[in-house]
């Protein structure tokens, strides 16, 4: 994708309020956009700093569960490409397009393809399972956060078997994300367009 298909003449690259063009649609509603970018910032935070700073790494740990609640509401009520009804489908539907990708003709989808559809939900699925894993630990082994009386008493064991699940978690998140970026940039070339700057501007090149 050109650099005048993201950004006509006269409109900086990242004016999210420019308006669509012949050339252009706007795809990713700005809420979408925020979620992502901050989900980003807030995950990289909590795995970078882990226990060297527990308070940050807890915070970071609430903006993820928060962020996602609101990701979860949204995929019902939001804008069109925004909401689960348009992205997640079957596994048959997801095959057929991971094998016709890794052929290099794949069909294009102004919103997301079936494989990054699949990788919406077992990415929301994974950093919920990290965070939620997380608040059951600090209440275990801190007796603070919101499951601090429920948690508090459990025995040592228990403390150990959260923090390696709490860690098997957070790890097989990092893989996803590789993942997911692999895939991004598989289908970027593939459709010769920037996605990484589609959800960034929320534009996309128009329906071929």
Avoid at 34 to 48: D, E, I, P, R, S
Avoid at 69 to 85: C, K, M, P, Y
Wanted: without cysteine; proline residues 3%; hydrophobic residues 55%.
């Amino acid at each position: 994708m050109t650099k005048h298909a993201l950004a006509p003449a006269g409109i900086a690259p990242f004016d999210t309020l420019a308006p669509e063009t012949a050339e252009r649609v706007r795809v990713w509603d700005p809420l979408v956009r925020y979620f992502h970018w901050a989900l980003v910032a807030g995950f990289a935070t909590a795995y970078l700093v882990d226990d060297a700073f527990l308070g940050l790494h807890v915070w970071a740990g609430y903006l993820v569960l928060a962020l996602i609640a609101v990701r979860l509401v949204w995929g019902v009520i939001g804008t069109r490409h925004a909401r689960f009804t348009d992205f997640v489908r079957g596994p048959h539907q997801v095959l057929a397009y991971l094998k016709d990708a890794l052929h290099f003709r794949a069909q294009r989808y102004l919103g997301h393809n079936p494989a990054a559809g699949a990788m919406v939900v077992i990415l929301l699925l994974a950093v919920t399972a990290t965070g939620l894993s997380g608040l059951a630990l600090y209440g275990a082994q801190e007796s603070a956060g919101p499951w601090a009386s429920m948690m508090s008493g459990l025995s040592a064991s228990w403390g150990d078997a959260l923090k390696h699940g709490h860690e098997f978690f957070a790890n097989l998140t990092l893989v996803l994300i590789a993942v997911h970026v692999a895939g991004v940039l598989l289908s970027s070339l593939s459709h010769q367009e920037n996605l990484i700057g589609g959800m960034i501007t929320g534009f996309k090149r128009k329906a071929d």
